[in-house]
């Protein structure tokens, strides 16, 4: 199993941005995924989740209505949209894997992490 | 929602010595407890699931034990690779994580 992030970096508040993840190793298309992400010197906190077929999305009270989870299943890719990004959102991103059917919550397998610095 | 509440803060423990970390519920999560383990630069690793099954790779000086409110990682003999922060997490309703606790020398 391998996921890898891509697009982090520094954005002004108020601007958007998009991370991707790339998967392999394991049936992409069977799996629910998440976002979480973690600010510097600090806990983890979930961010959002997809089903498999992208039929539910659900988010972070925190983002809600800011940012927008979606996948490529033909490509094996997973995203995240960031909106109107404010300092707080200041973190490392990870993509996360979900243990499957029966343990959607339970984060599997974790990318490297995209960092995201919003500073004007 | 389930608070996870995590003690302590910071161990110090010595190389060989035993560790022990205690991850409290707000409510009974049944045995519905993972523990991920954070070096420093690097992404979380899943240790255990399930309160007491180690995820492939984990080695077996790592021990979870558990159910309802209180849970508990236990290191027999910490190796210099150990050292570390351990988050707790309760995926029996959605989904919350512990505060962490740091494993130093």
């Known amino acids: 199993v391998q996921l890898v992030e891509y697009g982090g970096g520094l954005v002004q508040p108020g601007r958007s941005l998009r991370v991707s993840c790339a998967a392999s190793?394991?049936?992409?298309?069977?799996?629910?995924m998440h976002w979480v992400r973690q600010a510097p010197g600090k806990g983890l906190e979930w961010v959002s989740r997809i089903e498999w077929n992208s039929e539910n999305k659900a988010y972070a009270d925190s983002v809600k209505g800011r940012f927008s989870v979606f996948r490529d299943n033909a490509r094996n890719f997973l995203y995240l949209q960031m909106n109107r990004l404010r300092p707080e959102d200041t973190a490392r991103y990870y993509c996360?894997?979900?243990?499957?059917?029966?343990?959607?919550?339970?984060?599997?397998?974790w990318g490297e992490g995209a960092l995201v610095t919003v500073s004007s | 929602e389930i608070v996870m509440t995590q003690s302590p803060a910071t161990l110090p423990v010595s190389p060989g010595e035993r560790a022990t970390l205690s991850c409290r519920a707000s409510?009974?999560?049944?045995?519905?407890v993972a523990w991920y383990q954070q070096k420093p630069g690097q992404a979380p690793r899943l240790l255990i699931y399930?309160?007491?099954t180690r995820a492939a790779g984990t080695p077996s000086r790592f021990s979870g034990s558990g159910s309802g409110t209180e849970f508990t990682l236990t290191i027999s003999s910490l190796q210099s690779e150990d050292f570390a922060v351990y988050f707790c997490?309760?995926?029996?309703?959605?989904?919350?994580f512990g505060q962490g606790t740091k494993v130093e020398i």
């Open positions: 399930a309160a007491s």
């Open positions: 997490q309760q995926y029996n309703r959605w989904q919350t």
């Open positions: 190793g394991f049936p992409f298309e069977d799996y629910p």
């Open positions: 996360v894997k979900s243990g499957g059917s029966g343990f959607d919550y339970l984060f599997e397998q």
């Open positions: 409510q009974s999560v049944r045995s519905n």
